[in-house]
């Protein structure tokens, strides 16, 4: 592993720990069913957390479009996903879309627990993902006829899902001085922010005609 430095706005700079680009050869991939452990010593601290790689549960049926509700531009569409779920809580997932050679980006609530879907099959929308570092514009959830989206669909374990699910939540409520005060849920120990957090991803990829 090896630490990346990327300057923000502000004059701050963002640090993340990922694969060393030039020893790919300390590089490995994961494996579903498994948990990993990360240890990180910085500046006389020790940092740890702990995240395990579920197995696919949630699995993809197919994905397919239609029409977007009346009112709406002639062009856009709403991309729908057909899955699974197995019988038995305890299901957590996090999706991803791109448009076309777009980045790939989470969707505005991109995790879900399966306490209303368990042990059965459901059609819902995808809405389309976006960048936190943009303004949502109205119709943002829409896709246009002549795009080619990619889905991405992870099982992960609760500890990423509460994660997302806090962060998320604080996302929202920023600037409202009615929201209630949020606690951004994180597995680091030793005072750490950010999580550490393990994907068991399915794709899919969808044409949609113009």
């Known amino acids: 592993m090896k630490v990346y430095t ?4 502000g004059g701050f700079s963002v640090s993340f720990y990922s694969v060393d680009s030039a020893n790919l050869a300390t590089a490995f991939t994961g494996e579903l069913n498994k948990t990993y452990t990360l240890h990180i010593s910085e500046g006389g601290k020790e940092y740890s957390a702990i995240t395990h790689i579920p197995n696919i549960t949630r699995r993809i049926d197919s994905v397919y479009w ?3 509700p009346p009112g709406n531009p002639a062009e856009k569409v709403l991309v729908m996903l057909k899955a699974y779920d197995p019988p038995g809580f305890g299901d957590y997932v996090r999706y991803f879309t791109q448009r076309n050679s777009e980045p790939m980006f989470p969707g505005l609530n991109s995790v879900y627990d399966d306490q ?3 042990g059965t099959s459901y059609d819902i929308q995808v809405e389309r993902g976006i960048s936190r570092n943009e303004t949502a514009s109205e119709g943002f959830s829409f896709f246009n006829k002549g795009d080619t989206v990619t889905l991405k669909l992870a099982n992960i374990d609760k500890a990423t ?3 997302w699910r806090t962060m998320e939540f604080t996302y929202a409520s920023v600037g409202n001085p009615f929201a209630s005060p949020t606690k951004v849920m994180s597995n680091m120990q030793g005072g750490a922010l950010g999580y550490f957090g393990g994907y068991a991803s399915q ?3 969808l044409i949609i005609p113009r």
């Open 6 to 9: 990327i300057p923000a706005c």
């Open 66 to 68: 239609k029409q977007s």
């Open 116 to 118: 209303i879907i368990d």
């Open 161 to 163: 899902y509460d994660f």
């Open 203 to 205: 794709y899919r990829t």
